[in-house]
């Protein structure tokens, strides 16, 4: 156990790989990932190896006693009890000791937390993909509307007659979820007013086939108001897909 500036008791990555039987190494990766993911802090210090003659100074990590218990979940959760007895034996006011099962749960919520964060993180990183892969695609510019292919004004028009959507959420499923159709390409308008203007289609039947996906993982609220965890607020929807 160690003592910080401030007075605060620490544990060192070294102890909790002797606590643990695990390799001092292996203890400091697993500190350093959840570091990362900003789930604990740690100190970097030096201490001397306990190897006897010709002993070497060795790095080692201090983390708080909060932040022991997370390392401890991850590493070897079936130790946390072993882990509770270290700090009992280490502080003067036993009381505030955790007791296994307090302590086994508040380590797993964080480390949970932590998980929830890097999947939404994820998840925002897939849109972001999807959005320049489509504005990438969108780069050709066609003299005329290929056959089969519609622009978002028909899109809003088809759709709606379809499943009732209004064209606020048809515009959302177009640009928020990560599975909205990719641009066929980039029409010029060639209306004199247009001053070479140009919009996005999309083929008909990806439009068709994004929107039946979204009916489909629409969530009802009301008989007539639904949610989907891509679209913010609720809407109507006229039909379920395949309904």
């Given at each position: 156990?160690n ?53 070497r100074?060795?790095?080692?990590y ?19 009890a ?43 990183l ?15 510019v ?6 089969n ?6 899109v ?59 009916a ?8 007539h ?19």
């Amino acid at each position: 156990m160690n003592m910080l500036a401030n007075n605060r008791v620490t544990m060192s990555s070294r102890e909790i790989g002797d606590l643990l039987d695990t390799r001092h190494d292996s203890v400091k990766r697993t500190i350093e990932r959840l570091a990362d993911k900003d789930v604990v802090r740690f100190t970097p210090s030096v201490e001397t190896s306990h190897e006897g003659a010709g002993s070497r100074a060795v790095e080692v990590y201090l983390v708080s006693e909060r932040d022991s218990y997370v390392v401890v979940a991850q590493l070897s959760p079936e130790f946390t009890a072993r882990l509770v007895d270290y700090w009992q034996e280490h502080k003067c006011q036993p009381a505030q000791i955790p007791t296994t099962a307090e302590a086994f749960a508040q380590a797993f919520r964080m480390l949970a937390d932590a998980e929830q964060r890097d999947a939404r993180r994820e998840q925002r990183l897939n849109l972001i993909d999807a959005k320049v892969e489509r504005i990438e695609t969108a780069q050709t510019v066609l003299s005329a509307r290929p056959a089969n292919s519609e622009s978002i004004v028909h899109v809003r028009s088809r759709i709606w007659r379809l499943f009732g959507l209004s064209n606020g959420t048809i515009d959302a499923v177009m640009r928020q979820t990560p599975y909205a159709p990719k641009p066929a390409g980039m029409v010029r308008n060639e209306h004199a007013d247009a001053e070479g203007a140009t919009y996005a289609v999309y083929w008909q039947k990806d439009v068709t086939a994004t929107f039946e996906r979204f009916a489909q993982e629409c969530i009802p609220v009301t008989q007539h108001f639904f949610t989907h965890p891509y679209i913010e607020g609720r809407f109507k929807l006229a039909r379920k897909a395949g309904a």
